[in-house]
């Protein structure tokens, strides 16, 4: 496999971390100096329960940011990736036995213990209960830590120039592996007897963000290359395709910080101190199946998408259910929307060291 160099990348794709950065200063001043059009967008949604579970004007940037990358797919080589199950096994591994686990050892440890001075103070959720803001704060990142990401993994895997083919067999099993974990685990792991796990919220957000824009590219790559030919696929259809998931990603990141730029703003202390262990979790995560993968002798293109879903987390689900369980103003649903903060700048971070680091790994 050659390697990637920078300046084979567009000018969306080399000046990303610029692009996101615009767009995340765009969005908190859009949400300031026009709060009453980011209520409007966002009281747009799909609702379950009376909370608001699927964003639609997010679902619609989210589809556009899927749609391309789904229709570059070639089918047969995700049959083909399915015969070679290494990948998949240390995915499951690392995102269900490794990571709900060091997440709240991590988040416990800086949250509970070491900025917990900074963090006084109690709040009631959403049943009546009063709980301490540091334990609210642990709550929303151990949420964080059991949603394996199912969508945006799509554009990392894409970025880093991995395997498509396995990204999408991997997306599809954690997908199937939430519906039973996510609510064990984290009913488990938030220290009570049962946690009412939000499946239709969960259904919902697996079917917006990963089924429909699947289903999408499949059939439209397969009526285009029908019509057209495979080298008019290839060398037109994919060329004009191309910037729009950047685009649109860049478009999400508006939306997203126009909501929650608010709060964020209110909360700048309480922002840091939770960011610094959702940063830390990512990039302990990361390394633990970047050195996996390479001592097993995995490929370039397996390794970097394994690393990839490892990492990042299904915020909007870690969102629906902190708002569900606790309520849109409580402690956790603020450490999810900082995992929202975070995630693209240091997932951005960790494509260029998968890009510079391929001969690291067999060709």
């Given at each position: 496999m050659t390697e990637v160099k920078t300046k084979n990348l567009n000018v969306f794709e080399r000046y990303l971390t610029l692009w996101v950065i615009l767009c995340i200063i765009g969005g908190i001043i859009l949400g300031k100096v026009a709060p009453g059009f980011a209520k409007s967008l966002d009281a747009m949604a799909i609702y379950v329960d009376g909370a608001p579970v699927v964003s639609i004007p997010i679902a619609i940037a989210l589809f556009f940011m899927m749609y391309p990358i789904m229709v570059k797919i070639d089918f047969a080589a995700v049959v083909k990736a399915g015969k070679s199950p290494k990948p998949v096994l240390l995915t499951l591994v690392v995102n269900w036995c490794i990571k709900p686990f060091t997440m709240f050892a991590i988040a416990w440890f800086f949250l509970g213990v070491v900025f917990r001075g900074f963090l006084p103070g109690t709040e009631i959720v959403k049943d009546g209960t009063e709980v301490e803001l540091f334990r609210s704060y642990i709550s929303g990142a151990i949420l964080l830590g059991i949603a394996p990401c199912t969508a945006m993994v799509l554009m990392w895997g894409y970025l880093a120039r991995g395997n498509q083919g396995h990204t999408l067999i991997m997306v599809a099993?954690?997908?199937?592996?939430?519906?039973?974990?996510?609510?064990?685990?984290?009913?488990?792991?938030?220290?009570?007897?049962?946690?009412?796990?939000?499946?239709?919220?969960?259904?919902?957000?697996?079917?917006?963000?990963?089924?429909?824009?699947?289903?999408?590219?499949?059939?439209?790559?397969?009526?285009?290359?029908?019509?057209?030919?495979?080298?008019?696929?290839?060398?037109?259809?994919?060329?004009?395709?191309?910037?729009?998931?950047?685009?649109?990603?860049?478009?999400?990141?508006?939306?997203?910080?126009?909501?929650?730029?608010?709060?964020?703003?209110?909360?700048?202390?309480?922002?840091?101190?939770?960011?610094?262990?959702?940063?830390?979790?990512?990039?302990?995560?990361?390394?633990?199946?970047?050195?996996?993968?390479?001592?097993?002798?995995?490929?370039?293109?397996?390794?970097?998408?394994?690393a990839m879903i490892g990492a990042s987390n299904h915020f909007e689900v870690a969102i629906a259910t902190a708002t569900m369980l606790f309520g849109l103003s409580s402690g956790a649903a603020l450490a999810t929307v900082v995992g929202v903060l975070i995630e693209v700048p240091v997932m951005l971070m960790l494509v260029k060291i998968c890009l510079r680091t391929q001969k690291w790994f067999k060709r």
């Open positions: 099993i954690n997908s199937l592996t939430m519906l039973v974990l996510y609510g064990l685990l984290g009913g488990w792991l938030l220290g009570i007897n049962r946690m009412p796990v939000p499946w239709q919220a969960l259904l919902l957000s697996i079917s917006i963000y990963v089924a429909l824009p699947l289903v999408a590219g499949y059939f439209s790559r397969k009526w285009v290359i029908a019509a057209k030919g495979k080298e008019w696929f290839e060398a037109k259809f994919l060329h004009v395709l191309t910037p729009i998931s950047i685009i649109a990603l860049l478009g999400t990141l508006v939306l997203l910080f126009s909501f929650k730029g608010e709060t964020i703003l209110n909360n700048p202390l309480t922002i840091l101190w939770i960011a610094i262990p959702l940063f830390i979790q990512t990039i302990l995560i990361f390394a633990i199946t970047y050195f996996l993968a390479k001592l097993l002798k995995f490929s370039y293109e397996d390794a970097a998408p394994s």
